[in-house]
């Protein structure tokens, strides 16, 4: 999530927890807390200007529910050993500083980045994705909070705002749970319709709401995108049909900066020449063309490709033009396009006509 959205949720939850008198160091410290695993990213730039190597570092050892709670007893042992507040009260102080601390990761694992929440253990990055990484709806409420507690202070009405900032943050939570079980149900049958229902596939919201649903998945030359609007669309989910380069990332899969890309986004990519290199887009974060994390990985050789060293693509800010259209999007359902009605029959039929198993380079 966002940093805002990380300082206020530490903050409501350490003050929530340390005793009122000391409310606003409380959410002082829950602030500093909740950003501290973020800050990954520092050491991660010095040490490396690897893009894929940024990338899949970053919400790792930082972010880790196996390193986090000795990091907070840590952190809990040295302010108590100097007195004052935490010493005062340390037990309280203890379990405001391991709410802030754990929460965090637990938060970004809501979102479709990837958080490695058992690192060091080899496992795929958990990516729950039921909310953006920027959610308005889910943060107020505890912004809200923390400003009614800040000047409060000790005063009795600081805590029951303090509980239920989080308590309607944590419904909002639930609510985009149950609407990612219902797109995925909708997504279900209508890709069952196109042959597809064992294909790997993701559901995230698109920008900064849960109403609008973005789902893709896998083909065997390629891959199938479409929305789902939770307000407007009442027909059967519709899918655009795009392609990828199949062979040419079969071909680049050894590589290991690819190798990497593809364990850290549960091998969502997309592979396309573009003046002689082959880039590989994560179809998690954007939508196609536009996509946050593009990179170059090889050159044309002949009929081949050679490794180069991996280049982050910048960010197509054109992308930003579309929000106006998402928000409309999100109140009407398109009528069927010709265009979509032939791709999906295509595809339907090509994947007929393929054995059940996907690539290996798709999966």
């Known amino acids: 999530m966002d940093s805002l959205t990380q300082i206020v949720l530490g903050a409501a939850l350490s003050a929530a927890i340390a005793p009122a008198g000391h409310r606003r160091a409380a959410l002082l410290a829950g602030a500093a807390l909740g950003t501290l695993p973020d800050l990954d990213v520092i050491p991660v730039n010095l040490l490396t200007d690897d893009p894929v190597a940024r990338m899949t570092w970053h919400r790792s050892l930082s972010h880790s529910l196996l390193v986090l709670p000795f990091v907070a007893w840590a952190i809990w042992g040295w302010c108590r050993a100097r007195g004052g507040r935490v010493a005062q009260s340390p037990t309280r102080w203890f379990w405001a500083m391991q709410a802030a601390l754990l929460t965090h990761p637990v938060l970004d694992a809501f979102t479709v980045y990837g958080t490695q929440l058992l690192w060091?253990?080899?496992?795929?990055?958990?990516?729950?994705?039921?909310?953006?990484?920027?959610?308005?709806?889910?943060?107020?409420?505890?912004?809200?909070?923390?400003?009614?507690?800040?000047?409060?202070?000790?005063?009795?009405?600081?805590?029951?705002?303090?509980?239920?900032?989080?308590?309607?943050?944590?419904?909002?939570?639930?609510?985009?749970?149950?609407?990612?079980?219902?797109?995925?149900?909708?997504?279900?049958?209508?890709?069952?319709?196109?042959?597809?229902?064992?294909?790997?596939?993701?559901?995230?919201?698109?920008?900064?709401?849960?109403?609008?649903?973005?789902?893709?998945?896998?083909?065997?030359?390629?891959?199938?995108?479409?929305?789902?609007?939770?307000?407007?669309?009442?027909?059967?989910?519709?899918?655009?049909?795009?392609?990828?380069?199949?062979?040419?990332?079969?071909?680049?899969?050894?590589?290991?900066?690819?190798?990497?890309?593809?364990?850290?986004?549960?091998?969502?990519?997309?592979?396309?020449?573009?003046?002689?290199?082959?880039?590989?887009?994560?179809?998690?974060?954007?939508?196609?063309?536009?996509?946050?994390?593009?990179?170059?990985?090889?050159?044309?050789?002949?009929?081949?490709?050679?490794?180069?060293?991996?280049?982050?693509l910048q960010w197509p800010w054109e992308a930003a033009d579309k929000l106006p259209a998402m928000w409309t999007r999100i109140w009407s359902e398109p009528a069927i396009a010709a265009d979509t009605a032939m791709d999906a029959h295509r595809l339907q039929h090509a994947t007929a006509m393929r054995a059940p198993a996907h690539s290996d380079a798709l999966k």
């Open 120 to 312: 060091p253990l080899p496992l795929k990055p958990v990516m729950w994705s039921s909310i953006f990484i920027i959610d308005p709806l889910y943060t107020v409420w505890l912004l809200i909070a923390c400003i009614w507690a800040w000047f409060a202070r000790e005063r009795r009405s600081a805590q029951p705002a303090l509980v239920l900032g989080l308590a309607l943050s944590s419904l909002y939570m639930g609510g985009s749970l149950w609407a990612k079980h219902r797109v995925e149900h909708d997504a279900e049958q209508a890709l069952a319709r196109l042959g597809l229902e064992n294909a790997p596939r993701f559901s995230t919201p698109m920008p900064f709401n849960t109403l609008l649903w973005r789902v893709v998945a896998m083909t065997p030359g390629g891959f199938v995108e479409g929305e789902r609007s939770l307000v407007a669309d009442r027909g059967p989910m519709q899918f655009r049909v795009y392609a990828s380069d199949a062979p040419a990332y079969s071909q680049v899969s050894g590589y290991p900066a690819v190798h990497r890309l593809q364990w850290f986004n549960h091998g969502f990519m997309k592979a396309e020449e573009q003046g002689g290199r082959l880039l590989l887009s994560d179809l998690r974060m954007g939508a196609e063309p536009d996509y946050s994390f593009r990179f170059a990985v090889a050159e044309r050789d002949g009929e081949s490709w050679r490794e180069i060293e991996p280049e982050q």
